[in-house]
């Protein structure tokens, strides 16, 4: 055996170490729910307690292995943060989100996909709870594994509707709620990418594609910036607080707006210092967002945290609901214990540290390449699509928004590179094929100058072509290998597929295991 096939084994060994120190983390903090739940239930119902308490924190683990990744992934992405650094940045964020606006009340049956009136008895809905709790659980976990980030909504969605149509059959559904969620598979990504590939073109066009493009950052950039603070501090306002604070999007406008004034002054300040004056390019550029982005990964981990530690901990605080506060009854709401708020907290800040880095680096690198300009992009995608869908009450995922906004920003790209070869193309065949130094200075001269210019001087060339003033004296030969425009794909295609696919398959797939875990459940308990 040579030292080649030793050194692989050495790292496949270190591999199977770092999983299993992993997995044994996870493991003890299972194990700590278990025993801290045992102590706070007694009775006949406490194994029931317990076990629910387990699956809850198992679920929790997997969304902060697979959802918080949305909010970080672009910053990690744009080399913004580091990767343990925006481990550690969300971990505290999501879990402060959770315990301070996660709420004191939470809705058991999600979105009202199922009727409560159909559930015969408190066994069934304790068990339809579970069913939900285990199988959107082990859905993510899956998903988690193969790195594709899905909606944590849709798997808890799913998995209620598969064990409630196992419980008491079809008409249990509410039918027209399911189709508003099917429709958000197409919505919620389309949305994003048009969100975040239009701030793209706007930073295009009003900065990169200018001769200085620093002077002109300097001018724009606070404007971004301060769009941005007003953008998210409505949705913070909006979403993040929602469970502690009841104010009108008119209102929280207005306080965005003050908050917007105030970041304006701040940042133009800033741009102005000594240091950000000696940046160049698009590297300078560039710069002058990671800040931002870093409060963006921070302040939609706490929104993150505050919205979707209902998805871990609904059903849990259903069953602790059913067994201890109001037993024998169940309802669409139930209240939360402290101690089950930070089982979800806990599980969501764990996950993401133990098993989140996969999820993270496809989103930041694994679809397309990212910058801090495009990553801006997503930032600002994630949230302002989310406010104007609330607004029209159009059915929305944070997971799909994101996602798709990373495709808008790659399919931009792509879209600007290929028209941008084509351009360089066409000023090759309005040029002798024997004048190289003339193509050259052109070409210079093209790529210095902005949008407006560029469209000018390509006028200006067609124009001498057909009055035959500048011909071509290319070959036939020469002249087909320059109509090959040159496409690079700059969105990795299988990526595309891979989670495109587990979007559209997520509800069907959690709703056939919830059902079937329901029925075996049932088959051992009633």
């Not at 996870?26 to 406490?46: N, T």
């Not at 207005?254 to 390019?281: C, S």
Request: glycine fraction near 10%; proline fraction near 3%.
């Amino acid at each position: 055996m040579d030292l080649k096939h030793l050194e692989g084994m050495d790292r496949a060994m270190d591999k199977n170490r770092g999983d299993q120190v992993r997995l044994g983390i996870g493991l003890l903090f299972i194990l700590g729910v278990m025993l801290y739940a045992a102590s706070q239930s007694v009775g006949e119902v406490s194994i029931m307690l317990v076990m629910a308490a387990m699956v809850g924190g198992y679920m929790a683990m997997n969304i902060g292995a697979n959802d918080v990744a949305n909010n970080v992934g672009p910053a990690v992405g744009a080399r913004a943060l580091t990767l343990g650094s925006a481990l550690v940045i969300a971990a505290v964020f999501e879990a402060a989100g959770a315990i301070i606006a996660g709420g004191e009340v939470v809705g058991t049956i999600r979105n009202g996909i199922i009727d409560p009136n159909m559930i015969p008895d408190t066994d069934t809905f304790v068990w339809i709870m579970m069913s939900a709790l285990i199988a959107g659980a082990l859905w993510l976990n899956l998903a988690t594994a193969v790195g594709a980030p899905v909606s944590t909504t849709h798997s808890i969605v799913g998995a209620v509707l598969g064990g409630g149509m196992a419980a008491a059959g079809i008409d249990i559904v509410n039918w027209g709620t399911m189709g508003g969620i099917a429709a958000s598979w197409v919505i919620s990504p389309m949305l994003g990418g048009m969100v975040a590939a239009a701030f793209l073109y706007l930073i295009k066009r009003s900065i990169t594609y200018k001769p200085d493009m620093m002077n002109a950052a300097r001018k724009v950039v606070p404007w971004l910036v301060a769009t941005m603070a007003m953008i998210f501090s409505v949705y913070l306002l909006q979403k993040g607080l929602k469970q502690i604070i009841h104010i009108s999007l008119l209102q929280a406008a207005m306080i965005g707006a003050v908050i917007a004034v105030g970041v304006f002054a701040l940042v133009r300040w800033q741009v102005k210092q000594p240091k950000n004056l000696q940046l160049e390019g698009k590297q300078g550029v560039n710069s002058l967002f990671t800040v931002p982005l870093i409060f963006a990964a921070a302040l939609l981990s706490f929104a993150h945290g505050s919205n979707d530690v209902a998805n871990a901990i609904g059903p849990l605080a259903a069953i602790v609901d059913v067994y201890t506060a109001h037993p024998g009854q169940f309802g669409t709401s139930a209240a939360i214990p402290l101690w089950v708020m930070m089982i979800g907290a806990l599980g969501i800040a764990i996950g993401l540290a133990l098993f989140g880095p996969k999820v993270i680096r496809t989103i930041g690198s694994g679809i397309t390449e990212l910058d801090q300009m495009r990553a801006f992009c997503i930032a600002m995608a994630a949230t302002l699509t989310v406010i104007i869908a609330s607004q029209m009450g159009l059915p929305v995922s944070s997971t799909h928004i994101a996602v798709g906004g990373v495709f808008g920003v790659g399919f931009l790209r792509e879209y600007l590179k290929k028209n941008y070869d084509r351009m360089v193309l066409e000023i090759k065949e309005h040029h002798p094929e024997d004048d190289q130094l003339a193509i050259d200075a052109f070409l210079q001269r093209f790529s210095n100058s902005d949008i407006q210019q560029k469209g000018v001087m390509l006028r200006d060339l067609k124009a001498l072509s057909k009055a035959n003033e500048d011909p071509a004296h290319f070959s036939k030969g020469e002249r087909k290998n320059l109509k090959k425009v040159y496409r690079k794909e700059l969105v990795k295609r299988s990526q595309v597929m891979r989670i495109v696919s587990a979007w559209v398959i997520t509800v069907p797939a959690t709703a056939l295991m919830a059902a079937m875990i329901f029925f075996m459940l049932r088959g051992m308990l009633a």
